[in-house]
């Protein structure tokens, strides 16, 4: 027997001897007198001897577990010594404590999940695999008008919407639907339901959640949102159109006051009338250039414009901007200077006309902003993936446009891309233009796969950076030129 045994049986004797001879100290002086035992005597008489015989109850029981954890643990571990058998119970007596507490915090846990689903705005119900309802929260009951005691046991929403079948089939593990329902008030209401299995330790589905969540407002503004954009895209394509209609009716007149203009100069005229129809045909060729402009904005926006892919010389392409250029150019003093790196193919499938646009566009406003200095274009060539088949290969070509005007101010800069907007917008700006040239090249550069940036310093210049994406065919476009080559054709003017 244990020390711990012995004491707890000390002390239940030495109880057992107390209340005894308590017992006696009462009825010896009462059986000694002849006097009259009140009834209180018998009453504690008889409460002392319950005590006794509980305490001896208690005593004798605990023997008895006693004796069969020996038994037991005699089956189940003979080499464990008699005298750790008192400690094997106090270990079964702690884990059976330990237990307690976590059948109390299991309660507790379950509690507060059942307050957080009870607050969910979400219709959450469990049902078997049969459809019929196990469990439904608040939400669940409200939506319906009914008390939660009165669905359970009844079909699912699901079932009896139609979402899912018994008869088809195992019901599915995970799904996601959306179901329209009518709720207390006659009012259609969207839900998102998450459906998904609920199984046990061994893998074995036990029972089915759904989760219905109203998506009515979210798709509501899904729609509104859908609407605004295609309203939107039709006032868009409407004014693109328009400006299409209008710019292509108006270039006929123009071309006719300019083709006037010429003839009448042709003719005999003073000093001072010549000079008027100079202004006459100056004024109609920049009107022509603005409603050029714009009749390709709005194709460009409007999404007419047709990107070709034929094969072209980017030398040839460059000649064409310096010969076009030049002239200009040498009237204001400026030169123009073309560099192609040495990885350049000589021919590259890409839009020739759309690419001498953008260049266009870019060098006649270095040429506008430049009062003394030049301009170069430079392009270079950084190959990409062989495409489908095999026989071509993807370039990606780098334009630069560098020219050393008077730069751009760093708070106008995000301002270049946007139409009909200019640097220069005072009421005594010497520069013309239309504000419409960046905009189309930005756009261009971009239906062509490329983009365009710039970087500029007020008083040193400006540098455009733009490319687009090409191909040329493997074996058949070799470099242009050798790099002792390239150097002499940057020197060129």
């Not at 990606?396 to 101010?409: C, E, K, M, W």
Request: one cysteine or more.
């Amino acid at each position: 027997m244990s020390s711990a045994q012995r004491r707890k049986t000390v002390l239940i004797f030495s109880l057992a001897f107390a209340l005894l001879a308590a017992l006696g100290a009462i009825i010896i002086p009462t059986s000694i007198s002849d006097a009259e035992v009140p009834p209180q005597y018998y009453v504690l008489c008889l409460s002392i001897i319950g005590c006794v015989l509980l305490v001896l109850g208690g005593y004798v029981w605990d023997r008895s577990m006693m004796q069969r954890l020996r038994e037991m643990t005699h089956h189940t571990t003979p080499h464990v010594a008699p005298a750790d058998h008192d400690e094997i119970h106090d270990e079964v007596i702690g884990l059976a404590r330990k237990i307690e507490r976590m059948a109390q915090s299991l309660q507790k846990l379950e509690a507060s999940y059942r307050a957080v689903v009870e607050d969910q705005s979400d219709l959450i119900c469990r049902y078997s695999p049969d459809g019929k309802l196990t469990f439904v929260n608040g939400a669940y009951a409200r939506f319906l008008g009914r008390k939660r005691l009165e669905l359970i046991g009844q079909p699912c929403l699901l079932l009896t919407a139609g979402l899912i079948k018994l008869h088809s089939g195992p019901l599915p593990e995970a799904a996601v639907f959306e179901h329209t329902s009518m709720d207390l008030n006659h009012t259609a209401v969207l839900h998102s339901w998450t459906h998904r299995a609920i199984k046990d330790s061994e893998g074995r589905i036990i029972e089915y959640q759904a989760v219905g969540h109203d998506v009515t407002t979210r798709k509501e503004a899904e729609l509104a949102l859908v609407a605004a954009k295609e309203a939107a895209e039709s006032a868009d394509r409407a004014k693109s159109e328009f400006l299409a209609i209008v710019s292509h009716e108006i270039r006929t007149p123009i071309n006719g006051v300019i083709g006037f203009a010429k003839l009448l100069r042709d003719s005999t005229l003073t000093a001072e009338q010549r000079s008027f129809v100079d202004m006459i045909t100056s004024s109609g060729q920049t009107l022509e250039t603005l409603i050029s402009d714009i009749l390709d904005l709005s194709k460009i926006e409007a999404g007419k414009i047709e990107i070709e892919h034929a094969p072209f010389s980017l030398r040839d392409c460059m000649d064409e901007i310096s010969a076009l250029f030049g002239p200009r150019a040498r009237e204001v003093g400026l030169t123009i200077t073309t560099s192609i790196s040495p990885g350049v193919p000589v021919l590259v499938n890409s839009d020739h006309g759309r690419l001498r646009q953008i260049l266009s566009n870019l060098v006649g406003n270095a040429i506008k902003f430049t009062e003394k200095g030049g301009i170069t274009i430079s392009v270079a060539a950084a190959p990409e993936e062989v495409l489908k088949g095999g026989f071509n290969r993807a370039v990606r070509l780098q334009f630069s446009v560098h020219d050393t005007g008077i730069g751009i101010p760093p708070d106008k800069i995000n301002q270049l891309f946007r139409p009909f907007s200019q640097v220069d917008t005072s009421a005594k700006r010497r520069r013309g233009g239309t504000g419409l040239g960046l905009i189309i090249a930005k756009r261009l550069c971009e239906r062509m796969g490329g983009a365009i940036s710039v970087e500029s310093r007020v008083g040193e210049g400006s540098v455009f950076y733009f490319s687009i994406l090409a191909d040329y065919e493997i074996g058949h476009s070799s470099p242009p030129f050798s790099v002792g080559d390239a150097r002499k054709a940057s020197a060129t003017t």
